[in-house]
């Protein structure tokens, strides 16, 4: 299976409608591929769900893109984070669910002009989790190969940064055999919400742990995943901690949960405004691949543009297939998405 018809460096990026951000704002020639997120799963009938308020946004979607760029790709994304996990446990499990469930996203992705399909089941952990997902993309893709008349969907998922999830494994065949590539989310490997700690949430490598992009992309490697069905997540996002001491306010630093917001969830361009605000300096660390401010007891890691330049030039050196960013509505005047 081609990763993706000739296409040599996948710049993908996602837009989530719970943003609001203009579909039309969006700097498509900025990217090759454009995921829309996310529609739903009926609970009863299995069929792909689309609720009424992201309809709007969901069939103009193509078009939109495509005015500033006619050559981008699109892909309609399934599930997410705040996805109802046992309605997908649900949906695997039974070959006739998969069935209604894999039918109704081909006629939905055909009906809104989507050329791609997303799958995004983040929450996936038990051994059956993954043989029925394994079921799933082999059904999927053989259903995609059945249409007659139409260039192929292509089919993606997204997937931890690492092979491993914490009861099991993914199912690798099934992914190398059925999908046209992976989106590894490299990012969230700590909280301020349960890290007592400063953290890089998105280290590219951490001498101290497994919790880095590097370690993962490994692991699919060494399980049997070609690199050139990988493509690296850029968080366009950081976290915000409050420090126990101004004074030590390094990576690793005591802290005492989130500062800013409730998760200490901070957008790149949110980010940006309050450096320029507060006067504050951004400091690089090359050891972890992660930048850091600090403003008296408030510390912000997050990717700068220096990061995203290594990232970038790692996922080049190893191979991979290319990069995505969640999510294209977080950047500052395009300022990533231009570096990458």
């Known amino acids: 299976l081609n990763p993706s018809r000739a296409q040599t460096w996948i710049q993908a990026g996602y837009w989530y409608s719970g943003t609001e951000f203009p579909i039309a704002d969006i700097n498509s020639a900025l990217f090759t591929h454009l995921i829309c997120a996310f529609a739903n ?24 893109v495509k005015q500033k760029n006619p050559s981008v790709t699109t892909l309609l994304s399934i599930g997410g984070g705040s996805a109802n996990h046992s309605v997908i446990v649900s949906m695997v499990s039974d070959s006739s669910h998969r069935k209604s469930f894999i039918d109704s996203s081909i006629k939905t992705a055909r009906l809104y002009g989507f050329q791609g399909l997303d799958f995004s089941w983040v929450s996936a952990n038990t051994s059956s989790d993954m043989s029925n997902m394994a079921a799933l993309f082999q059904e999927w893709r053989a259903a995609i190969d059945s249409e007659t008349g139409q260039s192929k969907l292509i089919l993606t998922a997204a997937v931890p940064y690492s092979q491993y999830s914490e009861s099991s494994t993914y199912p690798i065949d099934s992914l190398r055999t059925n999908l046209n590539w992976l989106h590894v989310n490299a ?25 880095n992009a590097d370690f993962g992309i490994e692991s699919w490697i060494t399980g049997g995943l070609p690199a050139n069905k990988l493509v690296l997540g850029l968080p366009l996002y950081g976290y915000a901690w409050t420090l126990v001491n101004p004074r030590d306010n390094t990576i690793g ?34 050891t972890f691949v992660v930048n850091y401010c600090t403003v008296g007891t ?8 220096e990061v995203v330049k290594v990232k970038v030039s790692f996922a080049k ?9 969640w999510q294209v509505p977080y950047d500052d005047n395009w300022l990533l998405s231009q570096t990458a």
């Open 298 to 305: 408030t510390w912000i890691g997050f990717d700068d543009v």
């Open 253 to 286: 630093a005591p802290a005492s949960g989130p500062a800013i917001s409730k998760t200490g969830e901070m957008t790149y361009k949110e980010i940006r405004n309050y450096i320029q605000s507060y006067g504050a300096n951004s400091v690089y660390n090359s």
């Open 187 to 211: 990012f969230d490997f700590y909280m301020p919400t349960w890290e007592n700690f400063t953290r890089a949430h998105a280290a590219l490598h951490d001498p101290t742990s497994n919790f």
């Open 41 to 64: 799963i009926n609970a009863s009938s299995y069929q792909l769900s689309v609720s009424s308020s992201d309809d709007q946004y969901f069939s103009t979607f193509t078009n939109t």
């Open 317 to 325: 050196e190893r191979k991979l297939l290319g990069y995505f960013v």
